[in-house]
């Protein structure tokens, strides 16, 4: 056996131990299409979070994504015009046709949000795997992030709180809206409105990382037509749909 | 001939009353303020359809109205007519006292405007509200200076150049502000580049008007003399810079009414929007505009002190309504996510938004008033900003 085979065939080995260790390792597998990652690590730019909504599958009256949203993050669920609401069901009707489609709709973290742009302190933030947040610390409550939204996804917090989840802050004066679940997303769990949609046997709503091909949206993207709301205005959004 | 520049005595009865009641209406503001940041917003009528409501009305009307107070010191020392340069102190300080005004209802209208120190340190430059800070911020710097080049006799020569600096800072000012607006893409009312300079032609006309009102009534009031070609020329330019207006606005909705996914909107502010309509073509157009300018043209009373007041007042409602139609009007029609289709749902899609204002955010947006008012009636009292007389005379030697 010569010199040169001896390194190649140690450089296989370790190579394949290599692979070995990424396969095993936890929160680096490859195969979910959801990946958590460590309290430490920060938000990688690789990842492109991202939703698929078939309106097709979507269902008028249901709102089990809404009462799973409000469930996670601690929201009222009321409907008066100073409460809020992350996510909504619309109906859509066109006139010409009388073609009806229900849909949710929700913060659809562009990759180019206006509500960052205007934000004066700079607590509206892109995080690098394009999760669009409100950093309540610094939100000083102007609401000009709610007149920039196309989508009318965030709400100002109107009123005193009480009992809200550990991992969900709000606060009374500051603006919130949608955070794709981010602490489940972090998790490697899906936001609660996919589960509750899945749940509810209507598996509208696809979540994962628009950036991997290997992807359960990646390939659904690619492979049918999909949409932007408003994609006339050129932000890039998170979230596509399908059917409308 | 010199100008003789003269603290009025304020000694008077009505000067104590004026402060009284300007005082009361900064107390009931303060109380508003401390009641929407006790309570929260739920105790106002803005909500998340609405969300910015009349203390926005009053406070970009009074930072619009400070830029253009400035006019008449521009008019002296940018394009150099001694006539005017008797006035131009009152101009400048006009200019500071509107801006605290607005600003402090801004501040004050904010969900978390204990938060002030992180607006003043936290800057996203991407926003032109971070770039607003500091071009209001700057511009009271620069006015205040202006006002030292004016007032100290040993720095009357840099006037001019500090004069040309308020002046370029003025422009940029309100440029600022309309494009407040001017740089929402989303939203059918704004999203326009019109917004700006249309903004800037309303600053010379609001400014104007709440200019002539403060000055007539402090010569009134002090008993001292202002001659009538004075006011003759300056009602002649609030005609000419009304008009400015009406043209801007014309265009504007000219280019709206053009574009068909323009037309609901247009027919929302100009037809079937209920008080929005009302507002426009009652408030802005006739009573703010078309009113005030025929009785300022009258060739007998145009240029009489009450007719001046009357117009002048009648312009500043109008302005007012104006800030009305352009903030709530703009945010009451729906925001369109799917052109072309109808919609519906829990959070109001698809469905005129209604505003009540609740009376906290009113008392807030009529406590800057105030404020601008006491800091102009102090201001007098304590410092030289007036002439001692205001005749043809004195202003045509300058």
């Not at chain 1, 809404?66 to 109906?91: F, H, Y």
């Not at chain 2, 402090?104 to 607003?132: C, E, K, P, Q, W």
């Not at chain 2, 004016?150 to 308020?166: K, S």
């Not at chain 2, 068909?260 to 009302?278: C, S």
Request: aromatic fraction near 10%; hydrophobic fraction near 50%.
């Amino acid at each position: 056996m010569s010199g040169s085979d001896a390194g190649r065939r140690q450089f296989l080995a370790w190579g394949a131990g290599a692979v070995a260790t990424l396969t095993l390792a936890p929160g680096v597998l490859l195969l979910q299409p959801a990946h958590g990652r460590a309290p430490a690590e920060a938000a990688s730019g690789k990842v492109r979070w991202g939703m698929l909504i078939d309106t097709n599958q979507c269902a008028t009256g249901c709102d089990a994504c809404v009462t799973a949203c409000n469930r996670e993050n601690g929201l009222s669920g009321g409907t008066r015009e100073t409460d809020s609401q992350w996510i909504r069901k619309m109906e859509l009707e066109d006139p010409r046709t009388g073609r009806k489609t229900s849909l949710p709709m929700m913060c659809q973290h562009c990759e180019k949000p206006p509500c960052v742009d205007v934000c004066p302190t700079g607590a509206s933030f892109k995080r690098a795997d394009g999760i669009v947040l409100v950093d309540k610390h610094i939100c000083i409550g102007c609401r000009y992030c709610m007149m920039a939204c196309p989508y009318k996804a965030r709400s100002l917090v109107h009123e005193n709180l009480a009992d809200q989840k550990p991992d969900v802050p709000r606060g009374k004066g500051t603006v919130e809206a949608c955070t794709l679940c981010v602490p489940r997303v972090d998790r490697g769990e899906h936001p609660a409105c996919v589960e509750a949609c899945a749940a509810a046997g209507h598996g509208a709503i696809v979540f994962g990382d628009l950036n991997d091909p290997a992807s359960e949206i990646a390939q659904r993207v690619a492979k049918y037509p999909s949409v932007q709301v408003r994609a006339d205005l050129g932000m890039n959004t998170g979230v596509r749909y399908q059917g409308i | 001939m010199k100008i003789a520049y003269r603290e009025i005595e304020g000694r008077s009865a009505a000067y104590w009353l004026l402060l009284a009641v300007l005082g009361a209406m900064i107390a009931a503001g303060l109380a508003g303020a401390w009641t929407m940041e006790h309570h929260g917003h739920i105790v106002t009528g803005m909500t998340n359809q609405i969300v910015w409501g009349i203390p926005h009305v009053f406070a970009v009307f009074l930072i619009v109205a400070a830029s253009g107070a400035l006019n008449v010191a521009s008019i002296a020392s940018v394009f150099g007519r001694g006539f005017y340069k008797p006035l131009a102190p009152l101009s400048g300080l006009l200019a500071i006292a509107l801006l605290v005004g607005g600003l402090a209802v801004l501040m004050l209208d904010l969900g978390r405007a204990d938060r002030l120190v992180v607006a003043m340190t936290r800057y996203n430059f991407t926003s032109i509200f971070a770039l607003n800070v500091f071009l209001y911020t700057g511009f009271l710097a620069v006015v205040a200076l202006y006002l030292w080049m004016m007032m100290e006799r040993r720095m009357n020569r840099y006037t001019t150049p500090a004069g040309y600096a308020a002046f370029v800072w003025r422009l940029v000012l309100t440029t600022g502000t309309g494009s407040i607006f001017g740089f929402l893409v989303a939203r059918q009312a704004y999203a326009s580049a019109m917004l700006a300079p249309m903004f800037i032609a309303m600053s010379f006309s609001y400014g104007l008007a709440a200019y002539l009102v403060v000055l007539v009534v402090a010569y009134a009031w002090s008993g001292r003399e202002l001659d009538a070609a004075v006011l003759r020329r300056l009602k002649n330019l609030l005609i000419v810079l009304i008009a400015a207006v009406l043209y801007f606005v014309a265009v504007f909705h000219l280019t709206n009414l053009y574009f068909a996914r323009q037309i609901a909107f247009e027919r929302f502010i100009l037809v079937d929007g209920g008080i929005y309509p009302a507002l426009f073509w009652g408030g802005q157009i006739v009573l703010g505009s078309l009113v005030p300018m025929a009785m300022l043209a009258h060739p007998h009373l145009g240029a009489a002190r009450g007719t001046v007041v009357a117009a002048s007042l009648l312009v500043i409602l109008g302005g007012l309504a104006q800030m009305y139609v352009t903030i709530i009007g703009g945010q009451a029609f729906p925001l369109e996510l799917f052109p072309g289709m109808e919609v519906s749902s829990s959070f109001f899609d698809g469905r005129i938004h209604p505003y009540t204002p609740g009376l906290p955010e009113v008392a807030l947006g009529l406590g800057g008033v105030a404020i601008a008012g006491i800091v102009v009636a102090l201001a007098v009292k304590l410092l030289r900003f007036l002439p001692e007389r205001l005749d043809a005379q004195l202003a045509e030697s300058q």
